[in-house]
């Protein structure tokens, strides 16, 4: 009577192992069909019919079940005196999978900046041998991904950092924060500003330029939501007219929003936004701006403006260094391109520079002030006031 068909139970890894191992070119035979057997025994079939699938006797076919059952995958798969094979993945084996994750691949002669799972599997399989760890040739992509996580390491993605290249980045921090807070100390309990017996009012302006802003057209008309369709549709070719520029600044006492729309973010420009700032604040008061060190700022041809005007009319707190989270004016900026400028189309420069000052209309009916709050805990109260 024959033997009754059985099958043996093995992982979703080991499985992807042996598959891996069957489709591994360079790898002897004899470990092909040993791959071969546990596969299809784990699917049930007869030591014969495997035997006679692979040609071989069905005494090899339970030899290596056996050992599969006894000793594990690796002990089923290779011989016990294979030469310098070990059973398992070594630690120094590992610490060599580590090292070649950390480096980028362009770095080893490939093109690509960083590794895909696939690039850095099949170099691992290709160079393992030369490196002294023979095991890591048959090793899976599946396996390679597990343990990359396990170790939190992924040399797949980017995750950018702000280098502090300026120096002097805490003083100057401290200096915009020290502005926040005499700012704070401005309003009162109610938030109304408190005027100072001298009449000398200071008033402080978050201040940047937003370039590059496009002027875009559709080529064809949108369509408007309907019951059918509940979005806007939208083809996707598109017209450019060029760029413009917006200067602007936040009054941080009132929350008011001063726009300057240009083709250009030049040193002219500036002035002409300071020319703006200076009609629109009463004579003898201090116009106070925290703004960036872009070129315009302090150039010859704004240094020469400024020296028109009378002593102390304008003050400038310059931010750090690729550190402008630090000017509340970034907030708004980013505020606008969510309710604006997002995925607008205009018929020419000059409708989307309509729309702008609109925008700022929309935004001065109902002004609101901004407050900083971070590290503001540290800045002494007495000190700001004795400035």
Not at 107 to 131: F, M
Not at 158 to 183: A, G, S, T
Not at 273 to 287: H, M, N, R, S, V
Not at 373 to 383: L, Q, V
Request: glycine share 4%.
């Amino acid at each position: 009577m024959p033997a009754l068909p059985y099958r043996i139970t093995i992982s979703d890894e080991e499985c992807t192992y042996l598959k891996s191992l069957i489709k591994t070119r360079t790898i002897q035979a004899q470990v092909v069909d040993r791959a071969r057997i546990l596969l299809w025994k784990s699917e049930a079939k007869t030591d014969k019919v495997i035997a006679d699938g692979l040609g071989i006797s069905v005494n090899t076919v339970r030899r290596c079940i056996g050992r599969y059952l006894s000793s594990g995958i690796d002990l089923a798969i290779f011989d016990d005196e294979r030469s310098g094979r070990p059973t398992e993945i070594t630690d120094d084996a590992k610490s060599w999978i580590t090292s070649i994750a950390c480096q980028k691949p362009c770095d080893l002669g490939y093109a690509a900046e960083l590794w895909t799972l696939a690039a850095l599997h099949k170099h691992i399989q290709a160079h393992a041998e030369e490196a002294g760890y023979p095991r890591l040739k048959t090793v899976t992509k599946a396996w390679l991904q597990k343990y990359l996580k396990k170790m939190d390491i992924k040399p797949f993605k980017i995750k950018y950092y702000l280098e502090r290249k300026d120096p002097d980045f805490d003083n100057k921090m401290h200096d915009v924060l020290l502005v926040y807070k005499q700012v704070e100390m401005q309003l009162d309990d109610n938030g109304t500003i408190t005027i100072p017996d001298s009449g000398h009012m200071t008033h402080t302006v978050s201040y940047d330029e937003k370039p590059g802003i496009q002027a875009v057209a559709n080529k064809y008309p949108d369509h408007n939501p309907t019951v059918e369709n509940g979005y806007v549709r939208r083809d996707y070719e598109y017209v450019r007219f060029g760029t413009l520029s917006l200067l602007a600044g936040i009054d941080l006492l009132t929350g008011e929003a001063i726009p300057l729309v240009s083709q250009t973010h030049k040193s002219s420009d500036f002035i002409e936004f300071l020319k703006i700032l200076d009609a629109k604040y009463p004579e003898g008061d201090t116009i106070r701006l925290i703004l960036d060190n872009h070129s315009a700022h302090t150039s010859k041809e704004t240094q020469r403006f400024l020296a028109t005007l009378s002593e102390g009319r304008f003050v400038f707190v310059f931010t750090p260094t690729h550190a402008s989270c630090l000017n509340m004016i970034e907030s708004f900026f980013s505020k606008m391109t969510k309710q604006m400028l997002k995925g607008i189309r205009v018929n020419s420069k000059e409708e989307l520079s309509e729309r702008i000052y609109r925008y700022f209309d929309e935004i001065n009916a109902d002004p609101i002030v901004y407050h900083w709050t971070y590290k503001m805990d540290e800045i002494d109260t007495d000190e700001a006031a004795a400035i």
